[in-house]
């Protein structure tokens, strides 16, 4: 039983040292915004988002700010704060490292922090910091030095852009619903570890009903059964990429899809005149050309390549037919 409770402790001062990077760190405390040195387990930092909280006595080593803030007052970003402050006004309290005496100002007095312009999360998401408190008249320090970290909170302040607009696809004519297109990608600058900022869907604004996209992956596929090249051959399809996973004031981009029906051989070569007369001068030489005959196909490339054959003849053996590669003409020859 005993045993069971020491590895139970064991592990709470494991926890509670992971917690609080750097040393030295109890001493000071960060307090906010009116919930000053209050011992509960959350509160929230100026800009109203939750924090958590250790027992007092902890540091806070984290501050949270939020991006692109458009008030016109500079943005308070939190409190740092030092046991052996007693408020005589003896504490003075020094900021170095990113940004310090620039980007954030400290009250060296109060130990109050605040930015002095707005910053962009995109650009740069936290900013570290050191903190000490040293005696005003002596300059001797109170606590040691110590570091803590800026958080900028995003704010969805970026819209979804395409990898690639227009996107060229291409799918054969008459392929079953749910073939497979194209898959499109947007990404969205905003940070994809907290809210729905960066949670992107997709939906078809034009090219229904022939296609459709899958609203998470963005994979294009056929929607509709028999789609005919010989039809109609090139598609525009719109797709938009919404953030705030497509709920209503989320942002969005959209991108162009082009498609192409791929031909398949689905029709046939058909003479335009089912019977054709040539008169055969006696005085033709072997292997001269009689006429020329011609079949037409809706196809195109080597689908609609012809390879012609006599398949019956009254006078057997008379007549061969070749293939004029340039006009798919066929030339009927004769052989004796
Ligand atoms: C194919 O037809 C074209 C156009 O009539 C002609 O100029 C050409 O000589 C023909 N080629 C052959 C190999 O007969």
Redesign the pocket.
Known sequence: MDRRRVCVLMVLWVMAHLSSPGHGLRALRRTTGGHKGAAGLTGQDANGVPLRRSKRGWMWNQFFLLEEYTGSDMQYVGKLHSDSDRGDGNTRYVLTGEGAGSLFRIDEKSGDIHATKRLDREEKAYYILRAKAVNRFTNEALEGESEFIIKIHDINDNEPRFTKDPYMARVPEMSDIGTSVIQVTAADADDATYGNSARVVYSILEGQPYFSVDPETGLIKTALPGMDREVKENYQVVIQAKDMAGQMGGLSGTTTVSITLADVNDNPPRFAKTVYEFRVPESSDIGSAVGVIRAMDNDIGENAEMEYRIIGSDGPGMFDVTT?R??Q?G?ILLRK
Request: proline share 0%; charged share 20%.
């Open positions: 004029n340039s006009t003409e030339v």
